[in-house]
């Protein structure tokens, strides 16, 4: 099996992202690893780039990583998820004395899904957006285009940031045992 092939074929996470920075321009760009393995990852951002190596960091650790595809993504619920996700990292931002409601939010908006489970913990913590607003900001949104990129790596700085977010991974699989979350899919 081709090198390809196994990387295809390889177990990757999907519900959890990982917060990385890419160089592009001289700056560094903030974005989300979405399905992830110790081979690559996915992300989302908002500006055409070249395929090819680039530099990404997560905290200061460092490593190279090629975009090996690009494509031009349109789909409405993936959008509105980021807009949701972003809701909830404005609220956590609010939350100075709260840390443990901060770590939960913060792992909520990691998990890949549950779009309307998310907006109702917004809603039960007053943030209110009405649903003619989340079209709004979705249609907003969706004039621009928005990329998606596959990214192999080959770097131990990679396989060292997996290895502590796979960590993380089974307890995020456990947020179903939440209060009210559970309650959903009753």
Same mark, same amino acid.
């Given at each position: 099996?081709?090198?390809?092939?196994?990387?295809?074929?390889?177990?990757?996470?999907?519900?959890?992202?990982?917060?990385?920075?890419?160089?592009?321009?001289?700056?560094?760009?903030?974005?989300?690893?979405?399905?992830?393995?110790?081979?690559?990852?996915?992300?989302? &951002?908002? #500006?055409p %780039?070249?395929?090819?190596?680039?530099?990404?960091? !997560?905290? @200061? /650790?460092?490593?190279?990583?090629?975009?090996?595809?690009?494509?031009?993504?349109?789909?409405?619920?993936q959008?509105?998820?980021?807009?949701?996700?972003?809701?909830?990292?404005? &609220?956590? #931002?609010? %939350?100075?004395?709260?840390?443990?409601?901060?770590? !939960?939010? @913060? /792992?909520?908006a990691?998990?890949?899904?549950?779009?309307?489970?998310?907006r109702?913990?917004?809603?039960?913590?007053?943030?209110?957006?009405?649903?003619?607003?989340?079209?709004?900001?979705?249609?907003?949104?969706?004039?621009?285009?928005?990329?998606?990129?596959?990214?192999?790596?080959?770097?131990?700085v990679?396989?060292?940031?997996?290895?502590?977010?796979?960590?993380?991974?089974?307890?995020?699989?456990?947020?179903?045992?939440?209060?009210?979350?559970g309650?959903?899919?009753?």
């Open positions: 099996m081709s090198q390809a092939s196994l990387q295809r074929a390889s177990v990757r996470i999907n519900h959890i992202t990982i917060r990385l920075h890419y160089l592009h321009d001289g700056q560094w760009h903030m974005v989300r690893a979405q399905r992830w393995n110790a081979t690559g990852f996915c992300f989302f &951002y908002d #500006q %780039l070249p395929l090819g190596l680039l530099p990404f960091k !997560r905290s @200061l /650790q460092h490593f190279d990583g090629e975009l090996v595809w690009t494509s031009v993504q349109q789909d409405p619920l959008v509105l998820e980021m807009l949701v996700n972003e809701q909830i990292h404005q &609220y956590v #931002q609010s %939350l100075h004395d709260q840390p443990v409601l901060q770590g !939960r939010l @913060l /792992q909520l990691r998990v890949h899904g549950m779009v309307d489970d998310k109702r913990v917004l809603a039960s913590l007053g943030v209110k957006v009405t649903e003619q607003q989340w079209h709004q900001q979705l249609a907003n949104r969706m004039a621009q285009p928005l990329y998606q990129s596959g990214v192999h790596v080959r770097s131990a990679w396989k060292e940031i997996v290895h502590e977010a796979n960590k993380v991974a089974g307890v995020v699989q456990d947020l179903g045992n939440w209060p009210g979350f309650d959903s899919a009753q």
